[in-house]
């Protein structure tokens, strides 16, 4: 499992997922689907708001991110392009990170919840490893925190087996067993491969190979 997004689309201008390019507010990986991030910049509540940017995007100052939103809202009306976006945001955070557009993690939450993202990987995993025989693996490639935070907890599900104390008097076929184990360690990519392939960089792979059904 690849959960990275479709590159091909990021760099579509006019699909609104960077604040490279002037586009409308859109984020939708579906273009079928009604909700778009200029919906949820527009109509959600504060409380809302900041809490989709703190957990989605794990941005510090989604209040004041928020709060610029809101005044932008009430005084010029409705925010509907990337750049519109990016400004206020720019113009709301006190402290820039060397090298990171501040509206990155903004950005990063709208797509994630236009996309239901977090929701699908929740969904998806068990799927996956229902489908598998004994002996076969699961290998799950992550590309932020939220997502690998997920995967790991997934992981740690499903080797638990039953926590015996020491000198209690149960037969071994009595106990639960773990239905999988891990594979090696979490796998990064090299120096090299960051340099060819910068989208790389916050990669993390990480294996699981199913022992009973």
Known sequence: MDLGVSSPQLDEPSR?????????????????????????????????????????GEEKFSKRIVRSILIHRDTIGSITRTHELAKIIN??????????????RTFQALRIKVNEEIEEVERSLPIA?????????????????????????FIKFKMETDLIPKYIP????????????????????????????????????????????
């Open 170 to 213: 149960i037969k071994a076929s009595d106990i639960k067993l773990s239905s999988a184990k891990k594979i090696g360690k979490l796998i990064t990519p090299s120096t090299e491969e960051t340099k060819l392939n910068p989208r790389s960089r916050s990669a993390k792979l990480r294996v699981i190979e199913k022992v009973t059904d």
């Open 16 to 56: 609104g997922f960077s604040f490279q390019s002037d586009a409308a507010l859109d984020m939708r990986m579906d273009q079928s689907q009604s909700l778009t991030a200029a919906d949820i910049v527009n109509s959600y509540e504060e409380k809302a708001l900041i809490e989709l940017l703190f957990l989605y």
């Open 91 to 104: 113009q709301a955070v006190p402290k820039k990170e060397p090298g990171k557009n501040p509206a990155t």
């Open 129 to 153: 490893f229902d489908y598998l025989n004994p002996k076969g693996r699961l290998v799950v490639i992550s590309f932020h925190s939220l997502e690998d935070r997920i995967v790991k907890n």
